[in-house]
């Protein structure tokens, strides 16, 4: 490492402004403070220094997706397969799921970052973080075969008017990645949506064969529409129907406990979104309309569709969930309860987390406020009171 430190100290002017490279500043310190702690320090002011950035946090993230992504791969090969009438090793299955998963991973990642390295050399500014995390969690949340070039444009508007025009980084009120997907529902919703997205059909590399036509129901659209499906066990390893990462409730708890071990995200705001959905899909249980979907046992609801995937890595977003430790409680709570009143009482969308969180990311603000003001008015009555 101290042979790269030296390295990109030797060709660090190059980039510096009159240096030959200049144009590509961003570009280089964006590289660099991804390998490096950066050395500079505050000239002015009270500032609390730690070798854990942004980037690093982001990192963090990133690798707490990847069991979650690692078995939507399997699954979408699984998937194949399982239609085609097709054997296969576990080679098989995962190559198959890699290979048509990994255009969407280099779709998400080329579109995004590039406009956000257009969007800093024109401001003069660093390569902004955020979107090592978002970049990954985009195709994530959508069919195998959402098309490549909705893809690509649902995430340049994203990250152009949920996240840019915002400020960048840390200022976007909308989840950039949920903006993505509402994109795409509400622009192209027979490819995000229906029986006829959620298996890949084409052979790929000699892997798989080439299906004319396949139509698979996930669970929850089973349940908005025919009958109500049964608990079984794969609703939980996630051998089942749906987005490429939400469907492994097992991958989705290990990818929380990176995330709760090492501090990025709150336990306050998960567990929250868990209670309010619990909650919310009893009362229906107990007292709802009758219909499929109402009368789905609770423990159902919480791992069916995205419910699981957006309590551990949207609803726990730091820079558009609530950040006050009371706020998180209300926060993730009111998550949880509409995600599941959307799916019980909308049947046309039987999923819920999405609209649910950006929702909710509008009243995050509001929330903090209303906290801090609380905080304030109580330390002001103990104040009056001790004099």
């Given at each position: 490492m101290k042979a790269l430190r030296n390295y990109l100290?030797?060709?660090?002017?190059?980039?510096?402004?009159?240096?030959?490279?200049h144009a590509f500043r961003s570009v280089f310190e964006g590289f660099e403070s991804f390998l490096f702690v950066p050395?500079?320090?505050?000239?002015?002011?009270?500032?609390?220094?730690?070798?854990?950035?942004?980037?690093?946090?982001?990192?963090?993230?990133?690798?707490?997706?990847?069991?979650?992504?690692?078995?939507?791969?399997?699954?979408?090969?699984?998937?194949?397969?399982?239609?085609?009438?097709?054997?296969?090793?576990?080679?098989?299955?995962?190559?198959?799921?890699?290979?048509?998963?990994?255009?969407?991973?280099?779709?998400?990642?080329?579109?995004?970052?590039?406009?956000?390295?257009?969007?800093a050399q024109w401001k003069k500014e660093e390569i902004q973080e955020g979107f090592l995390v978002s970049g990954i969690l985009i195709p994530m949340i959508v069919p195998v075969e959402c098309p490549l070039w909705m893809l690509a444009i649902a995430t340049a508007f994203s990250v152009i008017f949920a996240k840019e025009v915002f400020g960048g980084t840390g200022m976007n009120v909308f989840n950039v990645a949920l903006i993505t997907r509402a994109f795409l529902f509400f622009a192209y919703p027979a490819s995000m949506s229906g029986d006829a997205v959620w298996v890949a059909k084409d052979s790929i590399f000699g892997l798989g064969k080439s299906l004319d036509a396949v139509t698979v129901a996930t669970p929850l659209g089973q349940a908005a529409t025919t009958h109500l499906p049964e608990f079984n066990w794969d609703m939980v390893t996630g051998l089942i129907p749906g987005s490429i990462g939400e469907t492994s409730v097992i991958a989705i708890a290990i990818g929380a406990a990176i995330l709760l071990l090492t501090g990025v995200a709150s336990w306050k705001t998960m567990l929250s979104v868990f209670v309010g959905g619990g909650l919310t899909a009893w009362l229906f249980n107990v007292a709802g309309p009758d219909t499929n979907i109402a009368n789905m046992p609770w423990y159902e609801h919480l791992v069916l569709g995205g419910f699981c995937f957006g309590a551990v890595f949207m609803a726990t977003d730091p820079v558009t969930s609530a950040r006050t430790e009371t706020g998180k409680y209300i926060y993730g709570f009111l998550i949880g309860v509409i995600a599941i009143i959307i799916r019980v009482l909308n049947p046309g969308y039987p999923e819920g987390m999405m609209l649910a969180i950006l929702f909710m990311n509008v009243f995050a603000p509001l929330i903090d406020y209303y906290v801090v003001q609380s905080n304030i008015k109580k330390r002001m009555k103990r104040l009056t009171v001790n004099k």
């Open positions: 100290d030797k060709i660090k002017p190059n980039f510096e402004e009159g240096g030959k490279l050395n500079t320090t505050a000239k002015s002011g009270t500032h609390i220094h730690d070798a854990i950035d942004s980037k690093r946090i982001m990192i963090i993230v990133v690798i707490a997706l990847l069991p979650a992504l690692l078995f939507g791969m399997y699954n979408v090969g699984y998937q194949h397969y399982l239609a085609a009438g097709l054997d296969g090793t576990f080679w098989q299955l995962f190559g198959y799921g890699f290979l048509a998963v990994l255009p969407k991973i280099l779709v998400s990642y080329i579109v995004g970052l590039g406009i956000e390295f257009i969007v």
